[in-house]
């Protein structure tokens, strides 16, 4: 939905009141206004379509029992920590962002992991080209309108997440994100666990879990 800047004369005491709750909300004064004023008039914005799938992969990945859910993330972020089952039990941060305009993508997921450790790093870094090796081989071809695009740093992974083909239910957009951030958690601490795992195993594993999957994303 594109934006226009215009001028509004508003009393003191109402800015203040929104610039309140728009601190409490992590929002800004344009972004609430804009909020309020849809709500007022029965408007559906992207930043509202952004918090109703955002409010249902908490829901979601809460009931999953391994994921803490960042109470305070932005308007387009959502911030989700699990830890490996390894020494120290390092955390991984999974960023998920989506974009207010969406086309060929409707955001990305990011990956990070806070280690020192060369050993863990080299089994992430072998874990990130199986992972990509996987789904170039499997699930690329599913979309007409481009293909995944990743970016691979020392202990950081990041894919885009393609719009799904056809109009789908936030319901439905919000299982599939929760579910292949589950599916890739799960996987990547089997691996970890088991570092000795060949590509042909990965595979089975992954293959068993996307033939879950509603929705490839």
Same mark, same amino acid.
């Given at each position: &939905? +594109?934006?226009?800047? /215009? !001028?509004?004369?508003?009393? +003191? $005491?109402?800015?203040? %009141? ?5 601190? @409490? ?16 008039? !029965?408007?559906?914005?992207? =930043? ?12 979601? &990945?809460?009931? &999953? ?22 020494? /120290? ?33 080299? /089994? ?10 996987? %789904? ?8 007409? +309108?481009? @293909? ?14 393609? &719009?799904? *083909?056809?109009?789908? =239910?936030? =319901? ?19 691996? @970890? ?9 990965? *595979? ?6 996307? $033939? ?6």
């Amino acid at each position: &939905m +594109k934006k226009t800047m /215009y !001028s509004l004369m508003l009393s +003191k $005491n109402i800015i203040d %009141e929104i610039d309140r709750l728009a601190c @409490i909300k992590n929002t800004n004064r344009s972004n609430l206004i804009n909020h309020i004023i849809a709500e007022h008039l !029965s408007l559906y914005t992207p =930043e509202m379509h952004i918090k109703e799938v955002f409010e249902l992969i908490t829901a979601s &990945m809460r009931d &999953m029992n391994r994921f803490v859910i960042q109470e305070l993330s932005s308007d387009s972020m959502l911030f989700i920590k699990s830890s490996l089952d390894y020494k /120290y039990k390092p955390t991984v941060k999974y960023t998920l962002e989506l974009y207010k305009s969406m086309d060929v993508c409707m955001g990305s997921l990011k990956i990070q992991f806070r280690t020192q450790s060369e050993i863990l790093t080299g /089994y992430l870094d072998t874990f990130f080209g199986f992972w990509i090796d996987l %789904e170039k081989k499997h699930i690329h071809s599913k979309f007409n +309108k481009g @293909i995944i695009s990743y970016k691979v740093d020392q202990n950081r992974f990041e894919r885009e997440l393609m &719009m799904p *083909e056809g109009k789908c =239910e936030n =319901e439905v957009v919000s299982e599939a994100i929760s579910y292949y951030i589950g599916m890739y958690d799960h996987i990547l601490k089997l691996y @970890i666990r088991n570092p000795e795992m060949t590509l042909v195993e990965l *595979e089975a594993l992954y293959l068993d879990q996307l $033939n879950n999957s509603i929705l490839f994303i």
